[in-house]
């Protein structure tokens, strides 16, 4: 950015800063771009160049606040700024965040440099170009009783799907066995809308959704989020107060932009809390189970998913698909509170990973065989599809089938 476009920012935001009631976007951003010895985490270098590109990005204004944190081998960006959703000048930053980690993890000898940037360069937005992206905009306002200050929960999953976030979610804001805000907070009580997206429809200029209001639509929204690889939820909004959204989710396939197999979509999601939203507590309660979930070693396996601490190293037997939650605050000015909370690095989860690494051993015995392996859909990005064309050739047709004997037709 040059010295007068830096100053163009400053003024802006000095504008921008003068109003009580901000419109403030929050935008996670992730991307695997290279990581030491294999599919683990980013190199430290790799962070540090990104990091620094943060530092400035906030002196110049562009950015309110933003952290920067991996999960396995995906940096995540977590920024507050004033420019709206799908802001071209924020996911251009971004971009130019994961193209200098890139140039690092090259200059390293890290596995898969670039990895996740599929395009040379994103037409404005980094949506459909490789990164996961989540963004919410909403008001702040200090005279808003509801709602003065934000908090909220970034999830952040590796060697998984998007579609990993449709059985917490719906566990969430669907099923009072799991969420007893929902009989108890008068706000939820009201219900929600959820956005379902179809990940496997192929339109460069349309994505395919549906809306649906729960508690009259659950068994539909059940329906579909059942089948995690092509419906996931991207989107929740309150219907105590319709404009709120409370849920984004990178609900997005790699395969499907690359059309082949190219690294995971590994996810993440944006979920505000408190007040008129679910609580910390209500959204995290899910991770106790270790539920299966698709995309773990080559994309391709079905294991079970564990809560671990932000800047987790991917390390597990056969990867075993991880997922971490960072809690943050944020003031009336856009500004998080200097620290966030590490909510699944805490101890207290220790015995719910020891319990996964068990569910996983126990998986693993059963090797590539049904359910073990991604289910057929998956496997078409893979090279196991070049294998079952050559065998098509050696099927042959014999005289004499079992059907005719048993029909007699
Ligand atoms: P990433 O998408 O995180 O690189 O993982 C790929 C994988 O499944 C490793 O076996
Ligand atoms: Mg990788
Ligand atoms: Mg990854």
Redesign the pocket.
């Known amino acids: 950015m040059t010295e007068a476009f830096c100053k163009v920012l400053r003024y802006f935001f000095e504008v921008y800063n003068e109003g009580t009631m901000k419109r403030v976007t929050l935008s996670v951003i992730k991307a695997?771009v290279g990581?030491v010895g294999?599919?683990t985490k980013p190199h430290e270098k790799m962070l540090k160049e990104v990091r620094e590109m943060v530092a400035e990005a906030k002196f110049n204004k562009l950015l309110i606040d933003a952290d920067v944190k991996y999960t396995?081998?995906?940096i995540c960006l977590i920024m507050s700024h004033a420019w709206g959703a799908n802001a071209p000048i924020i996911h251009k930053f971004a971009w130019d965040c994961f193209k200098a980690a890139t140039r690092v993890a090259a200059a390293e000898g890290c596995y898969?440099a670039g990895?996740?940037l599929l395009v040379d360069a994103p037409s404005g937005n980094v949506r459909g170009a490789g990164p996961g992206v989540a963004e919410i905009e909403f008001v702040l306002d200090k005279n808003n009783k509801e709602r003065p200050v934000e908090s909220f929960l970034v999830f952040a999953g590796?060697?998984c799907g998007p579609g990993m976030f449709n059985l917490p979610l719906y566990q969430t804001f669907c099923d009072p066995m799991h969420d007893g805000g929902l009989l108890l907070n008068p706000k939820m009580n009201k219900g929600f809308k959820l956005s379902v997206i179809d990940m496997d429809h192929k339109d460069r200029d349309h994505d395919r959704i549906i809306e649906l209001e729960v508690p009259e639509k659950t068994w539909d929204v059940a329906a579909l989020l059942r089948d995690m690889d092509r419906f996931g939820i991207e989107a929740v909004y309150s219907r105590y107060q319709p404009n709120e959204q409370i849920v984004a989710v990178s609900a997005m396939r790699?395969h499907n932009i690359a059309g082949k197999y190219?690294?995971?979509?590994?996810p993440v999601a944006l979920v505000r809390t408190q007040g008129m939203f679910p609580a910390p507590e209500e959204l995290i309660e899910p991770y106790l189970l270790g539920h299966f979930v698709s995309?773990?070693?080559?994309?391709?396996?079905v294991m079970p998913i564990m809560p671990v601490a932000i800047n987790t190293t991917?390390a597990g037997a056969y990867?075993l698909p991880i997922v971490s939650c960072m809690a943050y605050s944020m003031n009336e000015d856009g500004y998080f509170s200097g620290e966030g909370v590490d909510i699944f690095g805490n101890n207290v989860w220790e015995a719910t990973r020891q319990k996964i690494v068990r569910k996983a051993e126990e998986f693993r015995r059963q090797g590539f065989f049904g359910a073990t392996m991604a289910g057929n859909a998956e496997l078409a990005y893979t090279g196991i599809v070049e294998a079952l064309n050559k065998l098509d050739h050696g099927f042959v047709l014999r005289r004499g089938s079992s059907y005719k004997e048993e029909t007699g037709k």
């Open positions: 695997d990581s294999g599919h396995g081998d995906d898969g990895q996740d590796d060697k790699l190219t690294g995971k979509d590994d995309g773990d070693a080559r994309g391709s396996h991917v990867c």
